[in-house]
Each structure stands twice: as C-alpha cells, then as structure tokens.
C-alpha cells in the first residue's frame, strides 16, 4: 500500500500512515483531528476533507495510482 510522505503537524516527523482515496479524488490519509498532517485528507470517522463525503474511501495501494510512468518502470 502507499504510505504518506507527508508531515505530523507540531512534531516534524514523517508522517507513513496509510494513504487513501476518495471517489471525488483526493488522497491523503487518515488523522483523528484536522490539520494532523500535511498531507491528511481523511478524519478518523472517514469523512473526506475536501468533498465532506463519508465512507467513500478505499485504500490506495501501489500500481493503482494514474501515474505509473513515477512508478519507477523497471526498464
Ligand atoms: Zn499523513
Ligand atoms: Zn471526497
């Protein structure tokens, strides 16, 4: 599964939890509160912060990204 690169507000560590994906498209992962991380785009309860929807996530896993050319293509 794909692993968040982003930041732990107020602890400057990395971040490693688990991405996920909404049906509108944002991804991010999953923090009790909001603002918990750079790159958090779910609350606990599963709620999106970007479209409000809840329960619409899945867990984003390697290779079902929209990008795989910054997949690291093995030659
Ligand atoms: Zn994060
Ligand atoms: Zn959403």
């Given at each position: ?30 923090q009790n509160k909001e603002d918990a ?6 609350l606990a309860s599963g709620r999106c912060l970007k479209c ?24």
């Amino acid at each position: 599964m794909e692993r968040c690169d982003g930041e732990r507000a107020g602890y400057h560590l990395k971040c490693n939890g688990t991405l996920y994906r909404c049906e509108c498209g944002n991804v991010g992962c999953m923090q009790n509160k909001e603002d918990a991380c750079s790159r958090q785009g779910f609350l606990a309860s599963g709620r999106c912060l970007k479209c409000a929807a809840t329960g619409k996530h899945e867990m984003l896993t390697a290779g079902a990204t929209h990008s795989p050319t910054l997949m690291g293509d093995p030659a």
